[in-house]
T-cell receptor
Framework: GESVGLHLPTLSVQEGDNSIINCAYS??????FIWYKQESGKGPQFIID?????DKRQGQRVTVLLNKTVKHLSLQIAATQPGDSAVYFC????????????FGTGTRLLVSP | DGGITQSPKYLFRKEGQNVTLSCEQN?????MYWYRQDPGQGLRLIYY???????QKGDIAEGYSVSREKKESFPLTVTSAQKNPTAFYLC???????????FGQGTRLTVV
């Protein structure tokens, strides 16, 4: 299970499995929610976004689900590959008028061959 | 090639000294950001800027300062008032009409 604290929660899966990474957000007024992938020693890379008035969006091998009722965001990765191993962060663009981009607690995904 | 460049990659600072981290982008982005990342943790927002000559404090601005004199540049100064400055610092830029932020490769600052 996940926990909020000083260390990142970890999800371990086998190659070929589907992965689901979860995120809880706090600001109901955010315009967009985004998922980023960060490999060791590098900056995060954009994966997919979803507008706040949507509940699902699909990309290539990834799907993002947004449940505004419980303030929950998830990233589903189909047929997980070893190259998917990284830390995944959810982020939100807050509608403060200043493009404030804040990140949530990350999840480390470990994919075993 | 368009991109965002942070320098230096590694930086060592003595206690009590100020140090400035460079961030330059040639993506013509209006918005720029500075984040701090500690080992095994997420990204925390230090400062952000939506336009030249304007910037806002993020969630952990104390002990840091920035300037935005040019669109391409958003340097971060870590002052001696920052009590625990050892961390990985990430700079990002974004077009305000887009959701995708582009990150630099980061600067790892160590206080010795």
């Amino acid at each position: 299970g996940e926990s909020v604290g000083l260390h990142l929660p970890t999800l371990s899966v086998q190659e070929g499995d589907n992965s689901i990474i979860n995120c809880a957000y706090s600001n109901s007024a955010s315009d967009y929610f985004i998922w980023y992938k960060q490999e060791s020693g590098k900056g995060p890379q954009f994966i997919i976004d979803i507008r706040s008035n949507m509940d699902k969006r699909q990309g290539q091998r990834v799907t993002v689900l947004l449940n505004k009722t419980v303030k929950h965001l998830s990233l589903q990765i189909a047929a997980t590959q070893p190259g998917d191993s990284a830390v995944y962060f959810c982020a939100e663009i807050m509608n403060t008028g200043f493009q404030k981009l804040v990140f949530g607690t990350g999840t480390r995904l470990l994919v075993s061959p | 090639d368009g991109g965002i460049t942070q320098s230096p990659k590694y930086l060592f600072r003595k206690e009590g000294q100020n140090v400035t981290l460079s961030c330059e982008q040639n993506l013509n982005h209006d918005a720029m950001y500075w984040y701090r990342q500690d080992p095994g943790q997420g990204l925390r927002l230090i400062y952000y800027s939506q336009i030249v000559n304007d910037f806002q404090k993020g969630d952990i601005a104390e002990g840091y300062s920035v300037s935005r004199e040019k669109k391409e540049s958003f340097p971060l100064t870590v002052t001696s008032a920052q009590k625990n400055p050892t961390a990985f610092y990430l700079c990002a830029s974004k077009d305000p009409t887009n959701t995708e932020a582009f990150f630099g490769q980061g600067t790892r600052l160590t206080v010795v």
